[in-house]
Structure formats: structure tokens, C-alpha cells
């Protein structure tokens, strides 16, 4: 995770916001919230670094978590989102089920869901070409099993990652400008953008 900017802009008004960058595994949440951080400069946390040594050997010998393995990493993850409060944040978080989206979204501040979705054949090429990573490919339908779509009157959108990751980014810019103008006109803009106009760029 990186610390938050120590230059936050002096003319920051909006109420900041949390963007939870979910999806199953291997889906392009990683690629995603990185570009988004960096675009923000908001504080970015990745949630695997919240699982205990328990959970990350139990995924690498290929046995999907439990309700009960999760629990605690979602809430360490909401009370770090907590911390960010002032300046909102980043975070990659699988948050498959709604369950745990509604955990996360008790954190302090406005939480947003992206949901980063790819059809079945390229996520399992993706990942069958990933090296490195401690999450098998084996888990991937287990993933896809837990996952809940998000629900219509949960805050955020399905952003597909089919093509490339420039389409998934100008979506994902598009979609929280619309979303940041119609909380603006509502005298409630979700966050500050520091870059110099990311609708145009
Ligand atoms: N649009 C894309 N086109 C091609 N490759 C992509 C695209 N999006 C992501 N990838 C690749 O797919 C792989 C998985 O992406 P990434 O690590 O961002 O996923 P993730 O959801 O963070 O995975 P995990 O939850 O397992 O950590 C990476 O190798 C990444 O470079
Ligand atoms: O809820 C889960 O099962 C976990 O978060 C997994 O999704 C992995 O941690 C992640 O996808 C690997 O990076």
C-alpha cells in the first residue's frame, strides 16, 4: 500500500471518497486501481496485503476462503479505508459477495464499487499467462461461484475489461465523472480531482 500524498491540495472541498476497484480474481483490479491512484493521487491499498499468512497459503494450496476466513481481512481493510478519511482512497478488494461490500461500506466516507468484469475465456487466458502471483487458476471457478453482482441500489457500475486496459480506464473515468458532476449538482461532489481534467485527457 503507499502512504497518502503528503501535498494534498489546499482546495480541497468535496467529501473524499473510497473507490473499491472488485471482481473475481486476475479480473484487472490490480491494473485498474494503480492508473486511478496515480490520476487521483489518492492513497492506494491492495487488499491481499490485509491477509493473514493463514488465508494467502490456504489460496496458494488451492482451497477457496471461507465467510469466516474473510471477515476479519474485510474489516482490517474497511478500518484502513476508515484511516483515509480525509483523503479518500483506492483499494483493490475482490468484495465478491454484497455481504462484504456492505462491510466495506461502513468505512468512513463515501465507498464507491468498480467492478472490473471480464467474460470466462479471457480471464482464464489472463491467468493462465500470469506468473508470479500466489492465486491459482485452479481457484478461479470458486471465484466466479461466490461472486454477487452488484445490485442496482448499491453505489457503483460494471466496468468491462474485455478489450484493453486504456478502454477500461477512459470507462472508469467516464463513469466517475458523470457520477462526481450529478453529486456536484447536488452540492455533494464525491472527490477532488487533482489531475488537470482527466474527462479530456
Ligand atoms: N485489458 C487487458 N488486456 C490484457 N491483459 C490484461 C487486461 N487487464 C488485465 N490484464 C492482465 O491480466 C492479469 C491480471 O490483472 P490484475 O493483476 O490487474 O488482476 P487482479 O484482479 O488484480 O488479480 P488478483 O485479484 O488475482 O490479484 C495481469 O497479467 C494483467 O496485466
Ligand atoms: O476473496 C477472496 O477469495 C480473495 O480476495 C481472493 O480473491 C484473492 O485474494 C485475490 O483475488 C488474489 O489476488
Not at 126 to 132: D, P, V
Not at 155 to 169: A, F, S
Not at 178 to 190: V, Y
Amino acid at each position: 500500500m503507499t502512504n497518502p500524498p503528503t501535498n494534498p491540495s489546499p482546495s480541497r472541498a468535496a467529501p473524499p471518497c473510497h473507490l473499491v476497484v472488485m471482481g473475481v480474481s486476475g479480473s484487472g483490479k490490480s491494473t485498474l486501481a494503480a492508473a486511478l491512484a496515480e490520476e487521483l493521487q489518492l492513497p492506494m491499498a491492495e487488499a491481499d496485503e490485509f491477509h493473514p499468512e493463514a488465508n494467502i497459503a490456504k489460496m496458494a494450496a488451492q482451497t477457496p476462503l471461507t465467510d469466516e476466513d474473510r471477515w476479519p481481512w474485510l474489516r482490517a481493510l474497511r478500518d484502513w479505508m476508515s484511516e483515509q478519511a480525509q483523503t479518500g482512497s483506492v483499494i483493490t478488494c475482490s468484495a465478491l459477495r454484497r455481504s462484504y461490500r456492505d462491510l466495506l461500506d461502513t468505512a468512513e466516507g463515501r465507498v464507491i464499487f468498480l467492478h472490473v468484469d471480464v467474460d470466462v475465456p479471457r480471464l482464464s487466458t489472463r491467468l493462465a499467462h500470469r506468473s508470479g502471483h500466489f492465486m491459482p487458476p485452479e481457484l478461479l471457478e470458486s471465484q466466479l461461484q461466490t461472486l454477487e453482482p452488484l445490485d442496482p441500489e448499491e453505489d457503483g457500475v460494471r466496468l468491462p475489461n474485455d478489450t484493453t486496459i486504456e478502454d477500461l480506464l477512459s470507462a472508469a473515468r467516464g463513469w466517475l465523472s458523470s457520477t462526481r458532476d450529478a453529486a456536484a449538482s447536488a452540492d455533494a461532489a464525491p472527490f477532488t480531482d487533482h489531475s488537470t481534467d482527466w474527462k479530456n485527457s
